[in-house]
């Protein structure tokens, strides 16, 4: 845990305790903290007052509390890409049957900010308000590929390079290297690099002046979806990407006409 003072201490525990994913006991916690054992009950009972956390006294358990909650959501509706992107993945959804993503770059890190199930869902990862790594998913390496110098290489000197199965890019000059072939092509895939079994296709979401703010994908699993299918899909995934962050340019800069579509590629899968 960072060392930053109280508040930063206060939200490092309740990260910690958010990303458990289910109530948890002192104990665990405590296994994963490297905060003074008083100091960490210390601020799991501030939290719990604050209804920040919230303590089940017959299970001994902590979890993320209604006030937490409710902030979230609030963050979430004012955060301009994921409402105004909600017609956008909606339409996309209807017209395609594997699940559609929206993510954003969080600390060098993917933050899934929605999610459309597909018409026959599968078991994935990915859920919103769940981070992934970025080197190794479609999201991911879509984004990385359009920051500028040096946000990139912060970037990626905060990537982990753990090889999640036989088809992940450990290295940084590998990573690099799919980057380039990512520009080119104005699309990124995963071909099976976090999950196996699961492959997706992946967009940029840009503004005018080719600012990063997230990315989109189309994500399915190996046993009924190929690589071809994703590459067909790839133009309408751009497209839905433009107009996505068109509309976010109107939602923040509403006294300037929108911007006009990017150049993108062809689409078509890398050799």
């Known amino acids: 845990m960072a060392e930053n003072g109280t508040v930063g201490k206060a939200c490092d525990v309740l990260t910690l305790v958010a990303d458990f994913g289910h109530p948890v ?3 665990r916690i405590q296994a994963r903290s490297t905060l003074p054992k008083a100091t960490l009950y210390r601020l799991l009972q501030s939290l719990t007052n604050q209804r920040m956390l919230a303590y089940d006294g017959a299970a001994q358990t902590y979890a993320p509390g209604m006030r937490l909650v409710r902030l979230a959501h609030a963050a979430w509706a004012q955060n301009a890409l994921a409402p105004a992107a909600r017609p956008f993945l909606d339409r996309l959804s209807r017209d395609i049957p594997e699940t559609v993503h ?6 060098g890190q993917v933050l ?3 999610k459309r199930e597909a018409n026959k869902p599968v078991d994935m990862y990915s859920q919103a308000g769940k981070v992934a790594p ?4 479609g999201v991911g390496k879509a984004m990385l590929a359009f920051l500028p110098e040096p946000d990139l290489s912060r970037a990626l000197a905060l990537q982990s390079y753990h090889r999640f199965t036989d ?18 092509h104005g699309v990124a895939y995963d071909r099976e690099e ?6 997706c296709i992946a967009a940029p979401v840009l503004n005018r002046a080719g600012r990063v703010l997230g990315a989109l ?8 979806t190929g690589f071809d299918q994703l590459g067909a899909w790839a133009t309408r995934l751009v497209d839905t990407a433009n107009r996505i962050g068109q509309e976010v340019e109107l939602w923040q800069f509403p006294e300037f006409p929108p911007p006009a579509p990017r150049p993108i590629g062809t689409g078509a899968i890398p050799t």
């Not at 929206?102 to 600390?107: N, R, V």
């Not at 088809?167 to 080119?184: V, Y």
């Not at 976090?194 to 492959?199: D, N, S, V």
């Open 217 to 224: 994908s189309i994500t399915g699993p190996t046993h009924r």
């Open 102 to 107: 929206l993510a954003q770059l969080d600390a």
């Open 112 to 114: 899934y900010v929605d």
């Open 134 to 137: 970025a080197y190794c998913t």
């Open 167 to 184: 088809h992940t890019l450990c290295s940084e000059r590998a990573l690099r290297a799919a980057l380039e072939d990512i520009r080119l």
């Open 194 to 199: 976090h999950e196996p079994g699961i492959i």
């Open 25 to 27: 006991r002192f104990a």
